[in-house]
């Protein structure tokens, strides 16, 4: 019994660190970032020499804000006063290089947060769908867990009845 709940207790260890590292990992994507405040979505994906569009919310309204691509201000941008980000065309610069990184600080003042979004290079002759697995990884991991706790389970109430009839 001491063994079956030092089993379990290992397990349940190794999920919570699983679940630890993947919790980041399933909250990044393409988009900007939502743990500052505010958040934009670049649409269609930067590549060098392109045309996107910006768009956005939670910005702090009345400022105008510099959008930087790989830290180059490439425009200027107001925030009406109801902080959405209004869609705005950008120009990747030909020359920029992968990965691409778009910030956008949520206010002009001082201590303002930044929204990113990064694009990495694409594979040659694949195309970039957007499609993002994270959230099966996460799920599968999980599934593992559960029947791994569900094996040993079996495996030693197996061994418990054996040992009970034997007796």
């Given at each position: ?47 060098p ?32 006063n ?37 694009f ?48």
């Open positions: 019994m001491r063994a079956l709940t030092r089993t379990f207790r290992c397990l349940l260890l190794t999920a919570v660190v699983v679940a630890a590292f993947a919790a980041p990992a399933m909250a990044a994507s393409r988009r900007g970032s939502v743990l500052t405040g505010c958040t934009f979505t670049v649409d269609p994906a930067a590549a020499g392109s045309d996107v569009t910006i768009t956005g919310t939670g910005f702090q309204e009345g400022f105008e804000v510099p959008v930087s691509v790989n830290g180059t201000v490439v425009a200027t941008v107001n925030i009406p109801n902080g959405i980000l209004p869609p705005t065309v950008i120009s990747i610069p030909a020359d920029a290089v992968y990965p691409i990184t778009i910030d956008i600080p949520c206010s002009g003042g001082p201590g303002s947060g930044t929204a990113t979004s990064t990495g290079d694409p594979a040659p002759g694949l195309a970039d769908t957007g499609s993002n697995t994270s959230d099966y990884v996460a799920a599968g991991l999980g599934a593992l867990v559960v029947g791994g706790v569900l094996l040993v389970g079996a495996r030693r109430r197996s061994a418990v009845s054996a040992h009970s009839i034997d007796a």
